[in-house]
């Protein structure tokens, strides 16, 4: 799969299409869709906090073969919880 990327300011070029998580929190489908994207040449994930489906993220992303370094996990806060101790 040709993607277009974008080139970050260290130089590492990022995919500019990923898997959207949003909604996503079906118990063991988010795990599947996300592997079988990885598969297909997906590496961009789409993640946010108020999103609530980070252990299922988390677990599939443990079962890939596909190196974490390959990957771009992205993640967004709220406007109101970007004060350093409301980000954990």
């Known amino acids: 799969m040709s ?3 974008i080139t970050l300011n260290n130089g590492v070029s990022m ?6 998580t949003w909604k996503a929190d079906e118990e063991g489908i988010l ?6 994207a990885v598969d297909l ?7 946010a906090k108020i999103y609530g489906n980070q252990k299922e993220i988390g677990k599939a992303l443990s079962e890939l073969t596909v190196p974490r370094k390959d990957l771009f996990i992205v993640s967004k806060i709220w406007q109101n919880k970007h004060r350093p101790e409301l980000v954990a």
């Open 3 to 5: 993607v277009k990327t």
């Open 15 to 20: 995919p500019e299409i990923g898997l959207g």
């Open 31 to 36: 795990a599947k869709t996300i592997k079988k």
């Open 41 to 47: 040449g997906y590496r961009h994930i789409d993640c």
